[in-house]
């Protein structure tokens, strides 16, 4: 089993709509999670973080943390054509676990 | 500006070459590591570093090798034993609070091929 795996995409939204990621981990020690946005040809850019269960909002994003369910999701809420990228899901233990990514389409 | 750099942002190499490829951070972070991604992959660890003089080995260190002789600078070099390194390398920082480790910084990237 993967350490940390996410839906597998490509995700289409239309603008405006909310973006749903999804990402499970496998070590229940693990203490942060992170998410990452990437364009394409680019490094990843950190765009949340979250250490605690429940939601932590920042703008139009939304993490969600389930540590009893191993699970933690990305909302975007209005997605805008710039939101068009793949987002990372990374969780914490001694090192940075990352998952494979998500791509996301968001449709003019 | 704080932030890290990669050197250079292209590189071409050729079949037996060894190539280094530098990163180099001005955020005063213990912690650095190299990746690398394939297209359409994730991120694969090959090597980090918590502390000067010392690093491990992550998942596919395998015909990589490293150095950490200052704490700005983690420079990464491509063996000709690295069978397919062909990739988008990526240099990483963070800081370290109380034994954990913080998000992730990342530089710029090179692109190596392999001719």
């Known amino acids: 089993q993967k350490e940390v795996e996410q839906n597998s995409g490509p995700l289409s939204v239309p603008e405006g709509a909310i973006a749903s990621l999804n990402c499970t981990y496998s070590?229940?020690?693990?203490?942060?999670f992170f998410w990452y946005r990437q364009y394409s040809g680019k490094s990843p850019e950190l765009i949340m973080f979250?250490?605690?269960?429940g939601d932590k909002e920042d703008g139009r994003f939304t993490a969600q943390l389930n540590k009893a369910s191993q699970y933690v999701s990305l909302l975007i809420r209005d997605s805008q054509p710039s939101d068009s990228a793949t987002y990372l899901c990374a969780v914490n233990d001694y090192k940075l676990s990352f998952g494979a990514g998500t791509t996301v389409t968001v449709r003019a | 500006d704080g932030g890290i750099t990669q050197s250079p942002k292209y590189l071409f190499r050729k079949e037996g070459q060894n190539v280094t490829l530098s990163c180099e951070q001005n955020l005063n972070h213990d912690a650095m590591y190299w990746y690398r991604q394939d297209p359409g992959q994730g991120l694969r660890l090959i090597y980090y570093?918590?502390?000067?003089?010392?690093?491990q080995k992550g998942d596919i260190a395998e015909g990589y090798s490293v150095s950490r002789e200052k704490k700005e600078s983690f420079p990464l070099t491509v063996t000709s034993a690295q069978k397919n390194p062909t990739a988008f390398y990526l240099c990483?920082?963070?800081?370290?609070?109380?034994?954990?480790?913080?998000?992730?910084?990342f530089g710029p990237g090179t692109r190596l091929t392999v001719l």
């Open positions: 979250i250490y605690s269960n």
């Open positions: 570093s918590q502390i000067v003089n010392d690093f």
């Open positions: 070590d229940r020690g693990s203490q942060s």
């Open positions: 990483a920082s963070s800081s370290v609070v109380g034994g954990f480790l913080n998000e992730q910084f």
